[in-house]
């Protein structure tokens, strides 16, 4: 095998241990395991970058022999994958390296490290493997990761829960994934990702049978990526450490929904289930964006338009534009990792504030923050020419093109509104003065080499990848691309743009009065409050796990099993209770009674016996 | 011989009961011995009459019978002491009720061996012995006449009493055998006639309730089998009809009392009764080759435990006073020996495997299924595991609670030997059963 | 040493332990640790020897009786192998957790008392002596749940007796059928033989096994058995004890008779899938650890029904692969389970929380181990449900992929279980109680998260002797 796949594929896991391990001995040693290891598996991914960009890497082994199956376990390296490792990676990388300052004082760093580790480490699987159950096995890392780090502070109660909920939520997708594996073994014969492709080309496939397993798949990347309706546990993930929302719901985990649709696009698309996919991506792409707009915590709003961004990058998908879809994912990925971490540089100089509406002025004691931020923010928003602008295009423009009524209306104002929440972020934080005594007074200062820097590479990044948009394109989907024109589209945008961001200014900086009174119409504050509380889906899962789930379903067998079928166990005790005192009136110790009973007995035989000679 | 041995011997023990008791034990084990010996060699009463055969399943039931006997005699203390001479003729009378082939001695020696244990509940100490005695009598009274009059019928149908000669069909035959088994279920304590039983044999001298309900109850069903052996053949529809309902209502009804029962006394005599009932299926199951196996292994098996644990019994009541199962709470820290020893033979009784008692019950229910009965011994089947409740019970007062005295005692050597040969017997016939077999089915 | 001492030898000198070590009581375990891990070396010489084609391996032939064609056969395929090492491994790992325990000579020996008859079980192909040992089993059993026990120990350990003793009995008619229509009590011979009413036996002999297994309505046993038991008991109740309920299936229904197990296999389908989901409810519902892990094991031994109904090769073999990966998975859990009930003396878990800070060993193997319960890939018990998943589909079709829901209960039971007694602040409870755990422990639970991970992403050894076990199943 490949020197640096198998780099790739064993070094996070050595790593986890041995952070953990050298990190109980010596707390720094586990954050230097970490970034080493971490600049390791960057480096592994840029070997394969450079040698392997004209071949595809094609492994395949046995993992299980059992009866008459074989499960499969193969590596498949082509430039999808490529990609997805280099911003895998690649953003571990900074984020284990932002990680040192931010997690400097947590006494628990080696398990800090382990858990990153491990999960970049499921990342990795996930994106470089060749069979479904590979991609699952890495997907379901992740998920215990994610699980694990949301919990990451579990002595916090709220902590603990978020990290329940998120794996409760994403379990639930995965497992119609893995019943789409099972149906897969029988209907299809392979779970090779590749395989299945080539079979949806050449329409071997049963069509029901390979719709159903590729809605199935798609339950799971719902899941995932945070799509409706099971998106609320990516909100109350925020719980956990900023450079773990950074990392896995910001830029990496979140994609991996996409990503495996993307791998399986020629398969979606045989099956036509983009139709749904696209359908279901605009709706959550408008959930997001408009319950970004009035969060009051930092991450919230960057949680709420990372749903939202990932729904605009599985509508790109969904209405079948591979290239913009997987250019919109690579791109958010970076600016929601340059988000996320300067949201950690703030919440870090601010002692741990997170609401936005705590915060403000900070413009003044982090410059470099404020304008990295500000990078970050203008891309999110599509303000060319920053990266940003060219993906959002391309999915709103194959949208209009290609996606239906209800598609197009959805995402083309969930991507106008992304300038205006984004905007609201960055004043809250960064313009006024500060709202709160902690923020004004001392504040602590980021350093440069473990905060600034990774956020100067990564806004100049986001900025400088604008030059090869066309290129990540045809690096990832090969042939000749197919890009969407609709005329007059980039100037409707810009317009509508710019109008939003004029009135955001308007009501956050200048105040309007007008504005104002709008926003006090109780109208108004009953939108609010549905936007605030994420269109209510949280509350309606919570409610039907806890009164139709644990309170009816689970209460009531309970119920039958202590008052019916233990029940019944337990009352035999009684009943023979009841039967010995039956039988014992018959035994009073009186002799007499003996006696009649005694010749009872003759009596028996003698006439069963004068019955049985009679019919003889 | 052997025979001549043992009367003898009973009638010298009496001699030593003042002056040494432990001379009139010795006196009794070498009888036992020699008898055995006797036995082995071919020299017991068939050498002498002709109406008394010795075949291999006898010589293994007389075997079992003396050994069984010389552990009751060694365990004996102070007034047990007429038991060691009654055991001696109750032997005697065992040996020829077990060797005979005439129908005529068959009623003959039941009588003397109904007399015998008359004899053995009359040592009265008190006012439930005597209750118990009385009781025993008055309903063996009352069977022997019974028993008789069948018998009176049967000879006027017969022209020979030789169990391979006998005369058997007739529907006047079928009545007197009728008329007969109703009075010999009263010895074997079938529902509805073990009223007496249930306390006789809790009330009476434990050391006697081992002898009446373990050795007694055990030569009569093997001698009974032989006896009727030709009549139940002859009559398959009624040996099944008749032996099942009854060893259904006896297993149920004795199960069923047992499981309630405070006195450990009672639980065993209602366990005794039940026992009887699991025993009745080899005789319904008639029609199968292993109806006899079944019979002489259930009596094998039942010997052993159920003479243990009325001596452990008689044991604990001596030294602890024990009556009730409260009395027996935390019987482990205070008598370990008697507490393992106990435990082992009521696992026995309960049928659990490696033990006599579940292959024995294994032979005879299978016998039942040989037979086509798999019903009836899904039935008794069920029943041992419900009779599993009662003996778990005690065996729980004695190991899971705590004592509410510091007593403890120790197990004599007599006591010990004698327990540590019925052990062997239950251990024994619990993993090998090819002596059974070999005695009962030639290949 | 022959094979039949194997299985006579510890029963009858657990007494002499017992008798022999009662001035020096610590010498007891030593004796039990000597006499596993031979047992273990043992098996695993056994399983070295095994017939390369998947046949029997012929130990010996004793106490024959040739009148009623009845004789202790030993002889063992993979298996028996599988279970045998299984059970040797659990029982190594047993003594190391309870290496404190109360009474130690006593406990000991009934611990050496259990290996014969559990090994014989597994050891014999007679019908008749399976079944002694199988009722052997309990014996010693009874005795340790009923004396080293929780509060309600007599009520578990006499229900517990009972209830498999009650069913047992239809077994046991079942087999007596067996022997009267075959004429031998030799599974090997009988197998050869043509079988003219089975419906009947297959239907007595599946009562028996399931309520061993158990499955519903037969289950209400086993909470109480396994809550009031001493935790390293419950690991032998859940870790072997179950699993002859799950071998017997296999080795008396599926294998003796193939073709009515077919005839009945949506009966044992229908029946594994109600056990895992009432099971994985129950479980949800429940705020008693304990009883909460042992709903759990029911529920996947239900998938261990599930697979075995699918009568196929590959179902069989991901049956085997469960029951081995339930045994090593379900133990830690009742052993942390038990033994924070033994630190904080409460056994509801929200009463509990924030364990993790207090006891992070304990808490990192819990949620390890309740990871590979709901079926977290590089665990066996991913293993185990994604091959009973998959295999399941294929014998039935598309719906029964509805067993997968089972990976989201369980993940249901085990996540909130975590959130309510692992992470969270610490409860009162905790926060006063000081948790110790022995070195012995800690080593066992090590080994235990090792066993996990290692199956869990090696399982290739396990069904190496699975495809020897069924490989008569091939061609079916």
Known sequence: MNNAVMILLVAPYIGAVLAYILGKTKRELAFWVAEVVGGILFLASLVLFFKYSDTVIDINYTWIAFGNLKIPFGIYIDHLSIVMLLVATGLGFLDIHFAHDYMGDDPDQ????????????????????????????????MGLASYLLISFWYYKSSAASAGMQAFLYTRFGDVFMLAAIALLFYYAGTVNLVELNEMANAGELDKTMALVVALFIFMGAIGKSGQFPLYPWLMNAMEGPTTVSALIHGATMVNSGIYIVARLFDFFAYTEALFIVANVAALSAFIGATSALVQKEIKKILAYSTMSHLSIAFVGLGVGSLAAGMLHLVNHAIFKALLFLGAGAVIYIAHHQKDAWKLGGLIKTAPWVALFMAMGSLSLAGVPPFSGYFSKEMVVAAAWEWGNGFTKTFVTIAALLSIAYITRLWILIFLGEPRHEEVGGSVHKPSNLWMRLPLGILAFVTLAISLWQSDIVHYIVGKEVVEPHVAGLAAFMLTGMLVIFLIVVGLYVKGLNLLYKIASHQFVITIHQILFNGYYVEAMITWISKNIVVNAIAKSMRWFDTNVVDYVVNKTVDWTKMVYRMFKAGHSGKIGTYMGQFVLGVAIIVIAILIIVKGL | MSFIVLIAAGLLVPVFYRSNIFIAKMIAVAAFIVAAYFIYTGQSLNSVFSYFVMDDATRLMEFVLLATLAAVSLSLTGFERPLIAQMLFLAGASLAFLETNNFFMYIVLF????????????????????????????????????????????????????????????????????????????????????????????????????????????????????????????????????????????????????????????????SSIAHSGYALIPFAAVASVYSYSGILYYAIAYIFMQTSVFLILNDLRRELGVKYLEDIKGLYKKAPLHSLIFTVQLFSLAGIPLLAGFLSKAVAFYAGVDAGLWWIVLIALLNSALAVGYYVWIIKHIYFDEPNNNVTINMSQGSLIGQLILLAGTVYFGIVASDVFSATISL | MVAVDIIFAPIFLSALVYFMTKGAQHIAKYIALG???????????????????????????YLSVPQFGFELTLQIDALSVAM????????????????????????????????????GVFMTTNVLWFFMFWELTLVPMLFLVGIWGAEERVYAAVKFFLYTHVFAMFMFVGFFLLYKQTGYWDLTLIKETALATPALIWWLMFLGFAAKLPVFPFHTWLPDAHVQAPSSISVLLAGVLLKMGAYGLIRFTVELMPVTTLQFAKWMLIIGLITTLYAGFLAIYERHIKKMVAYSSISHMGLVVVAISTMTYDGLSAALFEMIGHALVISPLFLIAGWLHHQTHTWYMDEMGGIMKKAPYAAAIFILAGMAALGLPGTMGFVGELTIIISAVKAYGWWIAVIALAGLISAGYIIWAVRRAIHGPMSPIV??????????EKFALGIYAFLIVYFGINPQPIFDLANKAFSFFGGM
């Open chain 3, 84 to 119: 045998l090492l299984l059970t040797a491994a659990l029982l190594i790992l047993v003594v190391f957790t309870s290496w404190n325990e109360k009474k130690p000579a006593a406990y000991f020996s009934l611990l050496i008392m259990f290996s014969g008859p559990i090994f």
């Open chain 3, 431 to 440: 926060e006063k109680t000081a948790f110790t755990m022995s070195l012995p």
């Open chain 3, 35 to 61: 006499w596993f891990v031979i047992l273990f070396f043992i098996a695993f010489n056994w399983y070295n020897q095994l017939p390369a084609d998947g046949g029997f391996l012929f130990l010996g032939n």
């Open chain 1, 110 to 141: 080696p398990r800090y490290y382990a858990k990153v580790l491990f999960f970049i480490g499921g990342m990795i699987l996930l994106v470089i493997t060749k069979d479904l159950i590979g991609a699952f096995i890495g997907w379901e890392f």
């Open chain 2, 111 to 270: 009588e003397v061996i109904a007399i015998i244990s008359y004899i053995l509940v009359a040592n009265i100490r008190n006012f439930y012995n005597a209750e118990g005695a009385i009781k025993a009598f008055i309903a063996g009274a009352v069977a022997s006449g019974i028993i008789l009059f069948g018998f009176a019928l049967f000879s006027f149908t017969t022209d020979s009493f030789n169990y391979t000669d006998m005369n058997v069909s007739g529907k006047f035959t079928l009545i007197a055998v009728a008329i007969m088994l109703a009075g010999i279920f009263y010895k074997l304590t079938v529902v509805p006639m073990h009223g007496w039983a249930a306390d006789a044999y809790s009330q009476v001298n434990h050391a006697a309730a081992a002898i009446l309900s373990g050795v007694i109850k055990s030569v009569v069903l093997v001698a009974t089998f032989k006896a009727f052996y030709k009549f139940l053949v002859v009559y398959p529809l009624a040996t099944v009809l008749i032996f099942s309902f009854f060893a259904i209502l006896t297993m149920t009804l004795a199960n069923f009392m047992a499981l309630w029962q405070k006195r450990i006394s009672k639980i065993l005599a209602y």
